[in-house]
């Protein structure tokens, strides 16, 4: 089992940046792919971006390419999200995945999900 938590939502004007967090524990994080999606109310859920734990590839949604970044510190067992130039448009409950495979990751089917964080951007 892995339990992931994030942190680092908030509100924040439109330009603004943010770095969200997801701690995993219960499993060698360093085995782990992780990545992040967001789902805004009466929306799908949908990909934003993904890192490999191999050799720390990573995959980014067509809307955030360019301005967010993820990244990963296997001694903390952490993912980040850095998120900046956000948009109203970016407003959405972001949760962290996780898999010992890439591909589940990034197509939405981890086996591990967090409980999510609220980031809100406002015009």
């Known amino acids: 089992q892995v339990q992931l938590v994030e942190s680092g939502g908030g509100l924040v004007q439109a330009g603004g940046s943010l770095r969200l967090s997801c701690a995993a524990s219960?499993?060698?994080?360093?085995?782990?792919?992780m990545g992040w999606f967001r789902q805004a109310p009466g929306k799908e859920r949908v990909f934003v971006a993904a890192?490999?734990?191999?050799?720390?590839?990573?995959r980014y949604g067509d809307s955030v390419k360019g301005r967010f970044t993820a990244s990963r510190d296997n001694g903390k067992n952490t993912v980040y999200l850095q998120m900046n130039s956000l948009k109203p448009e970016d407003t959405a409950l972001y949760y962290c995945?996780?898999?010992?495979?890439?591909?589940?990751?990034?197509?939405?089917?981890?086996?591990?999900w967090g409980q999510g964080t609220q980031v809100t951007v406002s015009s």
């Open positions: 995945a996780a898999d010992s495979t890439f591909w589940k990751v990034a197509s939405g089917r981890g086996d591990y």
């Open positions: 890192i490999n734990w191999s050799d720390g590839a990573t």
């Open positions: 219960g499993r060698t994080f360093s085995r782990l792919a």
